[in-house]
Every structure is written in structure tokens, then in C-alpha cells.
């Protein structure tokens, strides 16, 4: 017998071991029989003390699963686990299995019903024992855990909007649930934080769903009938609250001020005018101007400067609200600190554009420039774009915003004073950053756009004779009418696209003209949206300029026919534009 013997020789020796004690056994049940043939077999001494064990386990380690059967290809498995072992192990699968319930079984109208009845049975247990162990967390504290099981045994909901957010409303909990917002525990409150975020994003329901019953009205009424009932609970001041409760040093709290700042969203998204309510009826405004003005850039702060351009968006009492609480002199504070340097990364980049965005919406109203000339903004963003870093672009659409309409007039005047011509028509004659190699004979679309409604807007508000104006009409003179044949070839590029989209529409008409279809005033409007984007805006607005310059200057108008001439021109196209631009904006302001 070798020393080491190999998996196939034990397995024989049992088998022949077996054999043994079954032909014993049939013999003292049959005695009428004759004697049964003995069968001998060796046996080390090792071995033979290994098999005194009553349960013949003789494998090493007592393995459990030594002597299974090998599969087709004579390959041996074990498990490396004895009888005993594997019997708990089962145990505790079996405790496992029985503690994950089948999730249609639970997402069934009783299944939800008891899960919002644990949660009602844990929040009592839970505020009982709190209360008559006020100094004792240790009494507490299993009442607690079972809250936290209880309150995310609910996430699961979000998956059946329809079924589930009825219930929900109904059964009386959304006021507990929303009171747990104020737990003294913050784990509890982030716990509910997370489920309400969950609960209320606005894609709920869409993966679960089968697809034959899906119906985005019926998910969306069920969305909304769960967003009043949480507004009915107050549910916004105490988010609000919990921004200044949680310590975002922390990952857990961190990651709550992102669910909160998710929740306003998702709120906003669902009932449009609770913006104003957010800022006029809590103290989200100052905590969100004063989250932005961090230092460092993370997620929340980039979070808190898209959710700011959001509320601005179409609000003018959200905009005025803004001034009041001193927004303008923040945010410049946070754009001056791209005067000198790049965002890091796209992140914060995004940040960036979310910032001077908002600064824009703020600026349609006339009070809000007032501030902005009194901070000082517009020097600020002079210097934006003399230093050429990646925020160039933002700080002129941030001009182009504060000098529009008659009540940018002022705004002109201190641009031109703070010698912010120089850097425009740097932008405009497509100079390059600082980190670009060379100049770019096309500037972005939307520079040139922003570019020229500030010369727009320079010929509307600085008056005749004034100095002002009279610098600005020298840039066209300069460099031998540089800048003047810049706007015929930005009109050029401009008449080319408009051309080709007119040929598009044109082909619309014609078709839909012969299937027998109507041209309404809906399919009018969006086919003039698309002339303007597709280049029509651009030259209204080169030609409103261009009037202006070859009017009030000889050498201009003399130097313009001639290039107008060599591209099959008149003076009397442009006048037809820029009356219409003219006619335009003077209704718009």
C-alpha cells in the first residue's frame, strides 16, 4: 500500500468495504440462505484505524465531499468541508433564502402594504424607546437599525409608480416619513433623503415596467400626487434645513447634499413653478451662492451652480430675488477666478458655463445690470478677455446679455470707457487663447453671435457725436477697413447657410404640399426658427452693423460698395435686413 494513496484506490477500497457489509447483512436476514462468500481485503494499519470511525469518514481533513463521484472525465471534486460544517452552512442559506422575498411578491399591492406596516411598526418602536432612553443609545439602538432596514426596504417602490404611489399617499406614512427628516440620528434622515430622491426621479418606472402596460400619463400622475402630498408635508424647508445639518467631509453626508440637490431638481422638473417657491419661500438662494464660492471643486459645488442656472431660468421674482441677496457681487467673485487660469477638467468646466449662465439670466433685468455696473462687472469681464484664457467666450456673452436692450445703454458706455473695444475686436477678428497655437480664421458660432450683439447694441445706445461712438466707428477704419470686410465675410458664410436650409424647407413645403397636408402656423414657425439658426439672425445682424458704419462714415461706404459690388450686392439688401432687425428689437425691448 503506497503511503500517499491516490483518490481512485481509496474510492475502491470503500467500494470493496461496502460490499462487505451488505453481503454480512444479507446473510443474518436470510439464515435459510447458504453461507455468503468471504471477501478479503488489505488494509494499512492507518487505514484500518480511520475506518474504526462509526461514519467510515477516513478521508484527510475529514472532508465531506472526499468520496463523491467524479463527472464523465474521471475528474475528482471536494469540498474541503466536513458534515458539520456544510450542515451550517445550509442553515444559514436557508436563512438568507428566506430572508429575500420574491420581488413580485413584494411589489404586490399586500406586499407593499406590509412593507409600509414595518415601517410604521419600526418609526414608533424606534421614537418609544428614544423617548424612555433618552442617555441610553444602547437601548436604542437595535430600534434603529431596524428603521434604517425598514426605510430602504422601501426604495424597490420607484419601480411601480402606479401601483405603489397610491398606496403610498394613501396609508398615512408620507407624514411620518417626511417628520424622519428631523431624526436626531443623520443617518436616519440621509436614509430618507435618498429614498425620496429615488422615489421622485423622472424616468420612475420605466425599466420595470412591462412594456404592454406601460403608460408614461399614468407614471407621471402618479409622480406628481406623490410630490403634492410631499409638499403638503413641508417637505422643502426641511431638505433645506438638512443642507446646513450635514458635514460634507463626510462621504455619506457628501453624497446626501447630492440626493437633496437631486430632489430640488427632480421637483422643479415635474412642477416648473415650485422654483419660485424654493427661493422666495426658503433659505435655499443664500446656501446655494454661498456653495459655489467654494474654493475647492467637487460634485456638489458644479451640482449647486446648474441647479442656480435653473431657478433663474424664466423667473423674473427668482432674478430680483437674486439681487437682493447680493448674487451678482458672488458670482463675479466666482468667475473672477477663471480670469487667470483654465478649469481643471470638464467637470469643472461645466461649472464654469453653469455660473456665467446664470449671471445672463439675471441680466435681463435691468436692475440686476444696475448691480452688475456697480460691482464692477463689466471691468471684470474686460479683463476676462484681455487675459485669454478659456472663460474669453463666456465673459462676452455675459456683455452681450448687459449691454442688450435700452437699458444696457450704460453698460455701452463704461465698456468702451474701460477700453473693452480693443478686446472685442480681438475676439471678433478670431485671435487666438493663450493656449492655442494659432488664430482661427472662424471663431466659434456662438462667439460670433455674442460678438456681434454687442456691436449691435454698441451703434443702438451710444449716442451720435459721442466719443464713445466715435471710437468705435475708428475699428472699422483701422487696418486698412480690416473689420469691415470681416463682417462681409461673416455675412457671405451667413447668406450661403441660409440658402441651403431655404432650399431644405422649400422641399418640406413641396412635399407635404403634395400629400395632400396643410402648412399651419405651427410648421411656419419652426421652419423660421430654423432660418435663424441656420443663419438668418447672423445676417440681420451684420447687416444692421453695416448700415450703421457706411451711414455715418464716407470712407466705410465707399470702401463697402466696392466690396459689395465684387459680390453681386446693394446697399438696398442690406436696408431691407437691418429695417427688420431694427423693427425687431425695438418691439422686443
Known sequence: MPDAPSPEMLKKMRLDSEGASNNLSSASQSPSTTHPKRVATVHDADTEEEEGDEEGNFAPGNDADYFAEEDDEGRFFGGGLTNEQKEILNIFDSAGAEQVPDDSETLSPSGIKKLLLRLERAANKNQAQRSKYPDDPTKFINSEADLDAAIKALLPLAQVPKVAYPLLVGSGQLEALVGLLSHENADIALDIIELVHELTDEDVGEEAEDEDDEDPEQREAALKSLIDALLDHSVLELLVDNTTRFNEAEEADRQGIY????????????????????????????????????????????????????????????????????????????????????????????????????????????????????????????????????????????????????????????????????????????????????????????????????????FTNLPSDSPSRIRLLAKFVESNYEKTDKLLDIRTSAQARLTAVNQEIDGEKKAQLEAGGEIGSEEEDAWYLRRLDGGLYTLQTVDYILAWIVMEDDGIRAHGLQMLNRRDRSFWTLSRHSVFFATTSTREN
Open 259 to 458: 440626493h437633496v440637490l437631486g430632489i430640488f431638481e427632480n421637483f422643479i422638473g415635474s412642477k416648473p413653478p415650485l422654483a419660485e417657491r424654493l427661493v422666495l419661500k426658503t433659505k435655499l438662494l443664500p446656501w446655494l451662492l454661498n456653495r459655489v464660492q467654494s474654493k475647492t471643486h467637487d460634485e456638489n459645488r458644479g451640482y449647486a451652480a446648474e441647479l442656480l442656472s435653473i431657478l433663474l431660468q424664466g423667473s423674473q421674482p427668482n432674478r430680483l430675488e437674486l439681487g437682493r441677496k447680493d448674487g451678482v457681487e458672488s458670482l463675479l467673485k466666482v468667475t473672477s477666478q477663471f480670469r487667470r487660469r483654465d478649469p481643471a477638467d470638464p467637470d469643472e468646466a461645466e461649472f464654469m458655463e453653469n455660473v456665467f449662465d446664470t449671471l445672463c439670466s439675471a441680466l435681463a433685468e435691468a436692475e440686476i445690470k444696475d448691480l452688475f455696473l456697480k460691482s464692477e462687472g463689466v471691468d471684470l469681464m474686460v479683463l476676462i478677455m484681455k487675459d485669454k484664457m478659456q472663460a474669453r467666450s463666456r465673459a462676452v456673452k455675459t456683455l452681450d446679455h448687459a449691454m442688450s436692450g435700452q437699458t444696457g445703454a450704460e453698460v455701452c458706455k463704461v465698456f468702451v470707457e474701460a477700453s473693452g473695444l480693443k478686446y472685442l475686436f480681438s475676439a471678433f477678428m478670431g485671435k487666438p487663447l493663450k493656449k492655442q497655437k494659432s488664430a482661427t480664421q472662424n471663431p466659434p458660432p456662438e462667439d460670433t453671435t455674442h460678438t456681434l450683439g454687442i456691436l449691435s447694441s454698441l
